[in-house]
Structure formats: structure tokens, C-alpha cells
């Protein structure tokens, strides 16, 4: 079957809500066993791995910090153990990411912002590589965003540490690309999820009047660009940017 993940072993972080988990059901469905991670909300997180194994999915649920050493170290020891080794990896997790004009920043913030975007991807690939290099094959993903393209304002913390992690990874694609190892990035628009709830009707308003393709995007239009770049399919696709956002970014 095309986009068959069946043999993988894929793990995406910060899957129990919102995008990461429509990436992590798809890629599931796509039959790769599955590491669901959290690190916040148990019950939240436990529905979610009850969803997925009434789904038919094999998957393991765990809690860890994904901006720690120890914590990275975490998911691929519970991954290996119970799943196999992990050959997929889907950057996902993120924290708040309020607008605000540089006045209001302060260095802790930003630097919050780099451990996320810069320092999480960093540690997750270095931890999985080797498995990945002895195999010939592997697949990274790292969901980034369309802020980076539209130099979205009063927004510098997110916007320097998403344009971080875009120069990263279209580095590493480059450096792991003799291994069989594919690295690119999936860049969402804003699609309103769970954590989105609270935000003002005006703003959400004034967003979707903007998208050219007279629609909200819907979690599963980012989980189905993922599941095709971990995919057999994309193996000669390495160092993109995939925009899914309508049509806001034809660049």
C-alpha cells in the first residue's frame, strides 16, 4: 500500500491534543506503532491513548519534558522497550506564544522559545541517530510555522526561534542525507485547536477572512503532510518547507 508505515516505529511529541495528535493517530493508522507524548493534563492524555488503541493502534503513552536531556532519553528508552527503535520522530510540542511588542519580552522568554524549537529538535535527533544511521533510514519532521514566511508582528520570540529551527533542520537535511535520513518541516497556519478556545472571535475572524482557499484548515490537513513526508514515498524529499495554510504563503 502506498504511505505504508507498517515496521516503523514513530514518535511524536506533544501528541495527546491538537495537531500532534491527528499527526500521531494518522501515522498510526498508517500502521507505525506509535509513542504518544505529554507532559502536561494526565487524563487529557490518558483518553487519547484509549482513543488510539480502540483505533487498532499500537502505541505506548509517556510523560516527558522534551526540552531535557533526561527527559528525550525518557521516550526513546520506553519506545525501545515496549515499541522498538524509533525511526520516525515528529517535532511537535510547543508551549504558549503570546504576541507581544519586544518591550514585554524578556531573555527568559526567548529563551524558553529556543529550548522549544531549536534545543528539542537538537537533542530528539541526536538521541535517535544512531539507530537511524545503522538502518540507512529514517524520517524527521519538524512542525514550524508559517510565521517564520509572513514575519508575523509583535511576535519576535516565536519568529526567531521558529526561523532557528527552519535553519536547522534545512542543515541537517543536508548532513544526514547520505544516511537515508530525510529532514524537513511541515508549516501549519493558524488552525484553531483545543488550546485556541479562549481567543478572541475578532481575531479568528479577521484570520480566516485572509485565507485564500476560503477555509479553516483542520489538524488532519498537517497530519496527512506528515504522514507523506515520513513516508517511502518522499525518500528523495529533503531540507522542505511544506506550507499548509490555504494558500497564505506562495512563496
Known amino acids: 500500500?502506498?504511505?505504508?508505515?507498517?515496521?516503523?516505529?514513530?514518535?511524536?511529541t506533544?501528541?495527546?491534543?491538537?495537531?500532534?495528535?491527528?499527526?500521531?493517530?494518522?501515522?498510526?493508522?498508517?500502521?507505525?506503532?506509535?509513542?504518544?507524548?505529554?507532559?502536561?493534563?494526565?487524563?487529557?492524555?490518558?483518553?487519547t491513548l484509549r482513543e488510539f488503541k480502540e483505533a487498532g493502534i499500537d502505541c505506548i503513552l509517556v510523560k516527558a519534558d522534551v526540552i531535557s536531556e533526561e527527559g528525550v532519553d525518557l521516550l526513546y528508552r520506553e519506545?525501545?522497550?515496549?515499541?522498538?527503535?524509533?525511526?520516525?520522530?515528529?517535532?511537535?510540542?510547543?508551549?504558549?506564544?503570546?504576541?507581544?511588542p519586544i518591550e514585554d519580552y524578556d531573555w527568559a522568554f526567548y529563551q524558553s522559545m529556543l529550548d522549544f524549537f531549536v534545543k528539542s529538535?537538537?537533542?530528539?535527533?541526536?538521541?535517535?541517530?544512531?539507530?537511524?544511521?545503522s538502518k540507512k533510514?529514517?524520517?524527521?519532521?519538524?512542525?514550524?510555522?508559517?510565521?517564520?514566511?509572513?514575519?508575523v508582528a509583535p511576535f519576535s520570540a516565536y519568529v526567531a526561534a521558529k526561523g532557528g529551527q527552519i535553519g536547522w533542520?534545512?542543515?541537517?537535511?543536508?548532513?544526514?542525507?547520505?544516511?537515508?535520513?530525510?529532514?524537513?518541516?511541515?508549516?501549519?497556519?493558524?488552525?484553531?485547536?483545543?488550546?485556541?478556545?479562549?481567543?478572541?472571535?475578532a481575531e479568528k475572524d479577521a484570520y480566516r477572512a485572509l485565507i485564500p482557499a476560503?477555509?479553516?484548515?483542520?489538524?488532519?490537513?498537517?497530519a496527512d503532510a506528515c504522514l507523506y513526508l515520513v513516508s517511502e514515498e518522499a525518500s528523495f524529499v529533503t531540507g522542505q518547507t511544506l506550507c499548509v495554510n490555504g494558500g497564505m504563503t506562495p512563496w
Open 169 to 201: 533542520s534545512r542543515s541537517m537535511s543536508r548532513e544526514l542525507a547520505p544516511f537515508g535520513i530525510t529532514v524537513n518541516m511541515v508549516a501549519p497556519g493558524w488552525i484553531p485547536v483545543e488550546r485556541h478556545e479562549k481567543d478572541a472571535q
Open 14 to 47: 506533544g501528541s495527546s491534543t491538537g495537531l500532534g495528535k491527528a499527526i500521531a493517530h494518522t501515522l498510526g493508522q498508517a500502521g507505525a506503532r506509535v509513542v504518544v507524548n505529554y507532559f502536561n493534563n494526565q487524563t487529557r492524555a490518558e483518553r
Open 121 to 133: 529538535p537538537f537533542l530528539l535527533t541526536r538521541r535517535g541517530l544512531p539507530h537511524m544511521k
Open 137 to 151: 533510514w529514517g524520517r524527521i519532521v519538524n512542525i514550524t510555522s508559517e510565521v517564520f514566511h509572513r514575519a
Open 214 to 222: 476560503d477555509r479553516w484548515g483542520v489538524p488532519q490537513d498537517v
Open 79 to 100: 519506545a525501545e522497550k515496549h515499541l522498538g527503535p524509533v525511526d520516525i520522530v515528529v517535532v511537535n510540542a510547543t508551549p504558549d506564544q503570546p504576541l507581544k
Open 1 to 12: 500500500m502506498p504511505f505504508s508505515l507498517a515496521g516503523h516505529v514513530a514518535l511524536v
